[in-house]
């Protein structure tokens, strides 16, 4: 005792001391990386929401989220780099307006109780990401019996999840996804006041109906603008300006964007590169034609593992298919290329099998997710007195709704179709009868597999299609670039990129080298994608910290590298004339100028005979003309000409003013005018069908108004580095 209290009078301060700058390290390290970075002067939001941050770690665990899930609810599919910058710029959309739409909520009272957060994970009607929620494939929380959702099951799933998963993964999933349906039925409740006020007055259906009834017909002569010579009409700024101030809606944006020039040294993979696989393929090529093991040779050979499946000329899709199905039994065709892989494929069994088979089955199942549910004796014993009943003439249906353990099948009266393949899908017992059998058949066979352990009572109702059937075997080498290929692309780009530093030096390097210039325009600092490039956040970020005709770094991405140039920094508002814009905005005025032109050359015409002689055109006349479309036949899109047509205001038989629409200039004459007879009740069914239509489409669209107009008016200031 008297060692540790000299311990403590003689070290205490000391001991105190490097606790203290302990604590003090770990504060400034989070304060460095995380949420107190703002503290010492480093802003860690990914935007800033009417000065409410979103921050960087919330914006990344809320991505995980997302990555975690993706695979749950979309069969098993892994999500690949363009799918994940997608989901990151929806992420950080879907955050920016939850943070709008709470204010609001919070403004109108709307919430979710306890009481609703417990119902919608764990009541009857549970939210549809609960109920679907899937271990493996299956649906877990599906009654067996009933096929059926089944709250019960949630609780002991809970439970049980530690042993399950001992990995913690399935926590995970199932915490994030409990996550996901509390923190969005608020936003969702949002959302619905909305799309549910949305009224479709019965004057507007009225008047769409009569629209849709509204017929004419018109004769008419069109001048094209390219009638009149481009060098006859020229186009300087001022008059572009002029033009996009008119038209301010179509050349305006909301947002600051940038556009880049950039070019793209591939790697592509070399003479040496393609030698490699084929050599390689045609070594072995002879003992696989010996081997007898083929399902081993496969895998210690191939990329791809063996398939045990079954195909037909139907079903085999492959530009080889004709030369592999031909081949004799142990026959190897290739090495072929194929989908980015060198291939060997050997036929090693050949059939007769049906396209197709029709089947009922009756199912006593023994276990169910790896537990016991019936002893097998007792189940043996259950599935051959249904055997027998069925066979002293009892009902197959009646007997499969009544006692089968096959809820996908059970209320079809056991009925199930599979194709050839499936074949290798469905339990080898199972699959062996229906297929090598023949129609009538019935036998009792005994499964072992996740889903269907148990005794199958099994009837072929039907065989279609019988034809060759081919078991392949199939060896695959990839054809893909070393790192010597890499590393001569890289060389490449590096190259270039380091002798041409300037805007003027990178525009003359890529005519002398006959390089392909790209564009990757109105990129705006949220994106994470670029067209004609893909995922790209490294590079958008680059362009929001670049200078005008700055020359970037070498960009890595997949299977390629990219230099660019930042060709223009768009600041929100009025477009500016640049040289990658300049030349479709020059053709919109061209066309603009050359409307005016024409429309004053032949203002005065009194007939369409004078106008289509003095313009080199022909009368034409269009029939059918409809008040509700906004296309006409044989004119295109003419809403103008269209306009005109129905306007009650201008009288048939009378040649119209000059009317301008996109690619020329319209004079019509309207012959006559009518409305469509429709039998009352035929109208009245069509009216409620479009009724239906209208409402949907404007629920629909209110709620995308109003995530635009929070967003419109909000104030969003995003951080480039951190995303």
Same mark, same amino acid.
């Given at each position: 005792?008297?060692?540790?209290?000299?311990?403590?009078?003689?070290?205490?301060?000391? !001991?105190?001391?490097?606790?203290?700058?302990?604590?003090?390290?770990?504060?400034?390290?989070?304060?460095?990386s995380g949420r107190f970075g703002d503290l010492f002067g480093r802003n860690t939001s990914v935007a800033k929401v009417n000065g409410d941050k979103i921050d960087v770690r919330d914006y990344s665990l809320r991505v995980k989220e997302i990555e975690t899930l993706y695979p749950l609810y979309s069969r098993g599919k892994t999500m690949d780099d363009a799918t994940r910058a997608q989901m990151s710029e929806e992420t950080l959309k879907q955050m920016i307006y939850e943070t709008l739409a709470k204010k609001q909520c919070e403004k109108l009272g709307i919430g979710t109780t306890k009481e609703e957060e417990k119902d919608l994970v764990y009541g009857q009607n549970a939210d549809p990401m609960i109920q679907q929620f899937q271990l493996q494939g299956t649906n877990i929380f599906m009654n067996q019996e009933t096929g059926q959702f089944d709250p019960q099951i949630i609780k002991e799933f809970e439970k049980q999840i530690s042993k399950i998963d001992p990995s913690g993964k399935v926590?995970?999933?199932?915490?994030?996804?409990?996550?996901?349906?509390?923190?969005?039925?608020?936003?969702?409740?949002?959302?619905?006041?909305? %799309?549910?006020?949305?009224?479709?007055?019965?004057?507007?259906?009225?008047?769409?109906?009569?629209?849709?009834?509204?017929?004419?017909?018109?004769?008419?002569?069109?001048?094209?603008?390219?009638?009149?010579?481009?060098?006859?009409?020229?186009?300087?700024?001022?008059?572009?300006?002029?033009?996009?101030?008119?038209?301010?809606?179509?050349?305006?944006?909301?947002?600051?964007?940038?556009?880049?020039?950039?070019?793209?040294?591939?790697?592509?993979?070399?003479?040496?590169?393609?030698?490699?696989?084929?050599?390689?393929?045609?070594?072995?090529?002879?003992?696989?034609?010996?081997?007898?093991?083929?399902?081993?040779?496969? =895998?210690?050979?191939?990329?791809?593992?063996?398939?045990?499946?079954?195909?037909?000329?139907?079903?085999?899709?492959?530009?080889?298919?004709?030369?592999?199905?031909?081949?004799?039994?142990?026959?190897?065709?290739?090495?072929?290329?194929?989908?980015?892989?060198?291939?060997?494929?050997?036929?090693?069994?050949?059939?007769?099998?049906?396209?197709?088979?029709?089947?009922?089955?009756?199912?006593?199942?023994?276990?169910?997710?790896?537990?016991?549910?019936?002893?097998?004796?007792?189940?043996?014993?259950?599935?051959?007195?249904?055997?027998?009943?069925?066979?002293?003439?009892?009902?197959?249906?009646?007997?499969?709704?009544?006692?089968?353990?096959?809820?996908?099948?059970?209320?079809?009266?056991?009925?199930?179709?599979?194709?050839?393949?499936?074949?290798?899908?469905?339990?080898?017992?199972?699959?062996?009868?229906?297929?090598?059998?023949?129609?009538?058949?019935?036998?009792?066979?005994?499964?072992?597999?996740?889903?269907?352990?148990?005794?199958?009572?099994?009837?072929?109702?039907?065989?279609?299609?019988?034809?060759?059937?081919?078991?392949?075997?199939?060896?695959?080498?990839?054809?893909?670039?070393?790192?010597?290929?890499?590393?001569?692309?890289?060389?490449?780009?590096?190259?270039?990129?380091?002798?041409?530093?300037?805007?003027?030096?990178?525009?003359?390097?890529?005519?002398?080298?006959?390089?392909?210039?790209?564009?990757?325009?109105?990129?705006?600092?949220?994106?994470?994608?670029?067209?004609?490039?893909?995922?790209?956040?490294?590079?958008?970020?680059?362009?929001?910290?670049?200078?005008?005709?700055?020359?970037?770094?070498?960009?890595?991405?997949?299977?390629?590298?990219?230099?660019?140039?930042?060709?223009?920094?768009?600041?929100?508002?009025?477009?500016?004339?640049?040289?990658?814009?300049?030349?479709?905005?020059?053709?919109?005025?061209?066309?603009?100028?050359?409307?005016?032109?024409?429309?004053?050359?032949?203002?005065?015409?009194?007939?369409?005979?004078?106008?289509?002689?003095?313009?080199?055109?022909?009368?034409?006349?269009?029939? %059918?003309?409809?008040?509700?479309?906004?296309?006409?036949? =044989?004119?295109?899109?003419?809403?103008?000409?269209?306009?005109?047509?129905?306007?009650?205001?201008?009288?048939?038989?009378?040649?119209?003013?000059?009317?301008?629409?996109?690619?020329?200039?319209?004079?019509?004459?309207?012959?006559?005018?009518?409305?469509?007879?429709?039998?009352?009740?035929?109208?009245?069914?069509?009216?409620?069908?479009?009724?239906?239509?209208?409402?949907?489409?404007?629920?629909?669209?209110?709620?995308?108004?109003?995530?635009?107009?929070?967003?419109?008016? !909000?104030?969003?200031?995003?951080?480039?580095?951190?995303?």
């Amino acid at each position: 005792m008297a060692v540790i209290q000299k311990i403590r009078t003689k070290y205490g301060k000391l !001991a105190g001391g490097i606790i203290a700058l302990a604590l003090v390290g770990f504060i400034l390290m989070d304060a460095a990386s995380g949420r107190f970075g703002d503290l010492f002067g480093r802003n860690t939001s990914v935007a800033k929401v009417n000065g409410d941050k979103i921050d960087v770690r919330d914006y990344s665990l809320r991505v995980k989220e997302i990555e975690t899930l993706y695979p749950l609810y979309s069969r098993g599919k892994t999500m690949d780099d363009a799918t994940r910058a997608q989901m990151s710029e929806e992420t950080l959309k879907q955050m920016i307006y939850e943070t709008l739409a709470k204010k609001q909520c919070e403004k109108l009272g709307i919430g979710t109780t306890k009481e609703e957060e417990k119902d919608l994970v764990y009541g009857q009607n549970a939210d549809p990401m609960i109920q679907q929620f899937q271990l493996q494939g299956t649906n877990i929380f599906m009654n067996q019996e009933t096929g059926q959702f089944d709250p019960q099951i949630i609780k002991e799933f809970e439970k049980q999840i530690s042993k399950i998963d001992p990995s913690g993964k399935v926590q995970e999933q199932w915490d994030y996804v409990k996550a996901y349906v509390l923190r969005n039925h608020t936003i969702n409740k949002f959302n619905t006041l909305f %799309s549910k006020a949305t009224y479709l007055p019965q004057f507007l259906l009225k008047q769409t109906a009569t629209d849709q009834g509204s017929m004419a017909n018109i004769t008419y002569v069109k001048i094209p603008y390219s009638s009149v010579n481009d060098n006859e009409v020229k186009v300087t700024d001022d008059d572009i300006k002029a033009f996009m101030q008119k038209h301010a809606a179509s050349f305006s944006d909301d947002n600051d964007t940038r556009s880049i020039d950039f070019v793209s040294f591939d790697v592509k993979p070399s003479k040496e590169d393609t030698a490699r696989p084929l050599d390689a393929l045609k070594q072995i090529k002879s003992d696989f034609a010996a081997t007898k093991d083929n399902e081993n040779f496969v =895998n210690n050979k191939s990329e791809d593992k063996f398939e045990k499946s079954w195909v037909n000329k139907r079903t085999f899709m492959s530009s080889a298919s004709d030369s592999i199905l031909s081949l004799p039994l142990n026959g190897v065709y290739g090495p072929y290329f194929e989908n980015n892989f060198y291939k060997l494929t050997k036929l090693i069994e050949k059939k007769d099998m049906p396209d197709s088979v029709k089947c009922r089955h009756i199912l006593i199942r023994t276990k169910a997710q790896g537990k016991d549910v019936l002893p097998d004796s007792v189940a043996k014993q259950r599935i051959d007195s249904i055997a027998t009943a069925i066979k002293n003439g009892a009902d197959f249906s009646a007997l499969a709704a009544k006692y089968s353990d096959d809820p996908g099948s059970s209320k079809k009266g056991g009925e199930y179709t599979f194709s050839v393949p499936q074949r290798t899908s469905l339990s080898k017992e199972f699959s062996d009868f229906i297929f090598d059998g023949k129609t009538g058949e019935k036998k009792t066979v005994h499964v072992e597999n996740d889903n269907y352990t148990g005794y199958h009572y099994i009837e072929i109702l039907d065989q279609k299609g019988m034809a060759p059937a081919y078991q392949l075997a199939t060896i695959t080498k990839s054809l893909y670039p070393d790192q010597n290929t890499v590393n001569a692309a890289f060389a490449k780009a590096s190259a270039f990129a380091g002798k041409n530093t300037t805007a003027q030096a990178f525009d003359d390097a890529i005519k002398k080298e006959n390089l392909s210039k790209r564009i990757g325009e109105s990129v705006k600092v949220n994106d994470f994608t670029i067209q004609g490039i893909g995922p790209a956040r490294e590079i958008i970020r680059w362009m929001y910290e670049a200078k005008l005709g700055e020359i970037s770094p070498v960009f890595t991405l997949d299977n390629r590298f990219v230099v660019a140039k930042l060709a223009s920094i768009q600041e929100k508002g009025l477009m500016a004339i640049t040289a990658t814009n300049r030349p479709q905005l020059e053709a919109m005025v061209k066309a603009d100028k050359k409307g005016e032109y024409l429309m004053n050359k032949y203002k005065s015409a009194t007939s369409l005979e004078s106008i289509a002689q003095g313009a080199g055109q022909q009368v034409q006349h269009a029939d %059918s003309i409809n008040l509700g479309a906004s296309f006409a036949p =044989n004119l295109g899109f003419v809403p103008k000409v269209i306009g005109y047509t129905f306007d009650p205001s201008f009288a048939t038989n009378k040649v119209s003013p000059p009317i301008k629409e996109q690619e020329g200039v319209f004079f019509i004459m309207v012959n006559n005018r009518w409305n469509k007879t429709t039998d009352p009740k035929a109208l009245e069914s069509a009216m409620a069908q479009q009724k239906m239509i209208m409402e949907m489409q404007m629920r629909n669209g209110g709620t995308q108004a109003i995530q635009d107009a929070l967003l419109k008016g !909000a104030s969003i200031k995003y951080t480039p580095n951190n995303l």
